[in-house]
């Protein structure tokens, strides 16, 4: 790789076809969880690539049987009991996904295993998305004590229609591969043996086309998600704001002790 990504030790990144790059989620030993510093890296990488005259496409995917499981529990206390972090937090969870609207060349998403978190954004915010059959996509922000904030109130509407979106953002319920593609949250599931091979597929297409068309009609499809910018402004927010408050720390203590949460049903909201 060129000096251009020196700085992204964090991720995995590779060429697996001519102008090609691929981005792996690289911590299999927790299901590719984000750190603060991937957390920075994955929010700050796609500018380069914007800027990459030798890259026309891009894969993201994850090393081993997830995706990406999100935020791991050391960054989550340190939002919670921090207030620089959580400012710095705030303004990368932004910035990634209007990185990622903003960046000129096609994104491709091979979701394999378990997507959640700052993960399942790029995941989602994919200009194509491809799951396979074992994907595990979930919004976790309810089960943790905060509002779903992240890509959730920008995307889901748009792409599977409120009515599922209401569902799976307000109960956390997961979604398998298939059944995502079936409510149009993704835009394919193909069989787990086959999912990096479609990926790399779509991608070297993508690589190959008239490079014009394909990034402004990129451009104008994401004026949708632009014109949506003031509802995810609010949601992160307000994702931010649940940080402050005592459901985060029992909805983390569950997690940690692998139990149900016992949030107060008072709520002053």
Excluded at 194 to 204: M, R, S, V
Excluded at 211 to 220: D, E, L
Excluded at 233 to 255: I, K, N, Q, W, Y
Aim: hydrophobic letters at 40%; proline letters at 5%.
């Amino acid at each position: 790789m060129t000096e251009r990504y020196a700085a992204y030790s964090n991720l995995k990144l590779d060429e697996p076809a001519e102008r090609v790059l691929r981005i792996t989620f690289s911590n299999p030993d927790s299901f590719n969880s984000v750190d603060g510093e991937t957390h920075s890296q994955i929010t700050e990488i796609w500018r380069d690539i914007d800027k990459d005259p030798g890259i026309n496409a891009v894969i993201v995917t994850g090393e081993g049987k997830a995706f990406s499981a999100g935020g791991d529990f050391k960054l989550i206390e340190e939002i919670a009991n921090d207030y620089n972090t959580l400012m710095r937090v705030w303004k990368e969870a932004k910035d990634l996904v209007y990185n990622i609207i903003n960046c000129n060349k096609p994104i491709v998403s091979a979701i394999n295993g378990p997507a959640a978190g700052a993960g399942l954004v790029v995941g989602l915010l994919a200009d194509i998305s491809v799951a396979g059959k074992a994907a595990r996509i979930v919004d976790g922000h309810p089960r943790l004590g905060v509002a779903a904030g992240d890509v959730a109130a920008i995307i889901w509407p748009l792409l599977c229609g409120m009515a599922k979106a209401k569902y799976h953002l307000l109960t956390g319920k997961p979604l398998t591969g298939e059944e995502a593609e079936r409510i149009g949250l993704v835009s394919l599931c193909v069989d787990d043996a086959e999912l990096q091979e479609t990926a790399l597929g779509i991608a070297t297409d993508l690589a190959s086309g008239s490079q014009s068309a394909i990034r402004w009609t990129k451009y104008a499809l994401n004026n949708w998600l632009r014109s949506a910018g003031p509802i995810f402004d609010t949601s992160t927010a307000l994702e931010m704001l649940g940080f402050m408050g005592p459901d985060v720390r029992e909805g983390l203590a569950s997690l940690v002790e692998k139990r149900d949460p016992k949030f107060d049903p008072d709520c002053p909201v």
